[in-house]
């Protein structure tokens, strides 16, 4: 079967994209994405083409742009050109060119994608809009190592897609060698990055050292990998589903915060692997996890922190929340327990049967019917947009009218605390309760709180 029909086949069976949709084709002009420009014309799609100048190659970089636009010309199609200071954005990110040459990429290509899709709605075009890069097999497998000996788990083993969101990548299925008879069969021209000649940058390493050096003792090395691509996507995915099912257990959100009991996540197995699925997410790296393993161990108050976030251990939770301060924003209050030590004093906490005993109805105490409450509950401060059913009303009322209400000063706003279930203020302590949690007649046990003072 010919590159061409390999080709259109591989689209179809994925179903990359369809033939009205709009395709911008990233070309730098070497043979892979020349390639890729050819095969799209000979298949029949409608493309405009993309080019990053990064100014890395003096005279080389600018001859990359100029044949790219020759390119354009040759196929009659739009050229979108950008040239980049590459250098000074990693000196002013602290990140290597390469890191640094691959952000802005990205980022262009989200503005080439954006614009694109802007002009579109315009015309009341709702058909799909594509960037195209010309990664291949060879490139997967070099992927695949990399990652690999990086550290990136399984989720790097899988190598890239075909298709990331808008980023597609129609000759995954495709040899260099292929590639290169493909061009050579249509005469084609291409231009050659001297850079690709040398091992500086990491992916030249392993394609002129590592893969060659592999390929002597197992010659068929590239080939097995890229058997094992599909069986590696496979084992992602039962991956995903297991750790989405931890989560789940696991993993309770309260606004901007992350809530996890520590004698649950102790059980779960295997246990780093679970602690770092979670926490990878906010920032933290691999290395950390072992500090935050130690934290189920450790006391309370304790913390480990990212760049972003924060996991501190709050009595029997871990609470994962946005770096602001080195304390949670929120304790969370078991069934179980007795009292809290917190800023404010001590909270005692009481279940017993109701017996027709009289009410305390002091600011102090809240007595209320335990058949409307979930745990867990959570003690905070209060936050503008708050808003509870006071005592006696029907009608709920923003914390913050309650307080001009009551008269209190700004001093003594700043140190309330309320207490919820489930999204809905039980007490502001010290003030009142919510008339949807009070003991009626019909109530069977009451939960007291009790504040008193150190």
Not at 399 to 407: E, G, M, T
Request: glycine share 4%; hydrophobic share 40%; proline share 3%.
């Amino acid at each position: 079967m010919s590159l061409l029909a390999r080709f259109t086949a591989y689209i179809a069976d994925k179903n990359l994209f369809r033939k009205k949709d709009r395709l911008i084709i990233a070309v730098s002009g070497g043979v892979d994405s020349v390639c890729l420009c050819e095969l799209c014309k000979q298949a029949g799609f409608d493309f405009e083409i993309a080019h990053c100048n990064f100014q890395l190659r003096g005279e080389e970089s600018d001859r990359d742009e100029d044949f790219v636009r020759q390119i354009a010309v040759r196929y009659n199609v739009p050229a979108h050109v950008k040239k980049i200071d590459t250098e000074h954005y990693a000196k002013e990110k602290s990140v290597s060119v390469q890191v640094a040459a691959r952000e802005l990429r990205y980022q262009w290509f989200d503005e080439l994608v954006n614009s694109a899709k802007e002009r579109q709605q315009k015309k009341g075009d709702n058909h799909l809009v594509y960037l195209l890069t010309a990664h291949h097999a060879d490139d997967n497998v070099e992927t695949i190592l990399i990652n690999f000996f990086k550290g990136t788990g399984i989720k790097g083993l899988r190598g890239m897609l075909p298709r990331q969101n808008y980023i597609v990548r129609p000759l995954l299925f495709a040899r260099r060698q292929a590639i290169e008879a493909f061009v050579k069969e249509n005469k084609l021209s291409f231009v050659e990055d001297s850079s690709n000649l040398t091992d500086k940058y990491t992916r030249n390493y392993f394609r002129h050292r590592i893969i060659p050096g592999i390929q002597k003792v197992f010659p068929r090395a590239e080939s097995n990998l890229l058997d094992n691509i599909s069986r590696f996507a496979d084992i992602e995915l039962l991956y995903k589903q297991a750790i989405d099912l931890h989560k789940k257990k696991l993993l309770a959100f309260h606004e901007n915060e992350v809530h996890i009991p520590v004698l649950k996540l102790l059980k779960t197995e295997p246990l780093a692997t679970v602690v770092f699925e979670i926490i990878k997410d906010y920032g933290f790296s691999p290395a950390q996890t072992g500090g935050i393993i130690q934290l189920l161990h450790g006391e309370s108050g304790k913390y480990v922190a990212s760049s972003t976030h924060k996991i501190i251990r709050s009595r029997n939770w871990l609470i994962i929340s946005p770096t602001q301060t080195t304390e949670a924003n929120t304790i969370l209050i078991e069934e179980s327990d007795k009292s809290i030590d917190f800023e404010a004093g001590i909270l005692e906490l009481k279940h017993f049967s109701n017996n027709g005993a009289p009410v305390d109805s002091s600011g102090a105490v809240a007595m209320l019917d335990s058949a409307n409450i979930t745990f867990p509950l959570f003690l905070r401060k209060w936050k503008r947009g708050d808003y509870f059913y006071p005592l006696g009303m029907q009608k709920k009322k923003k914390l913050s009218r309650f307080f001009i209400d009551q008269k209190l000063s700004l001093a003594e706003k700043e140190n309330i605390w309320v207490i919820e279930s489930n999204k809905k203020i039980l007490w502001i302590i010290n003030y009142r309760i919510d008339d949807r949690f009070k003991i009626t007649p019909g109530t069977k046990n009451i939960l007291q709180f009790k504040m008193r003072a150190r």
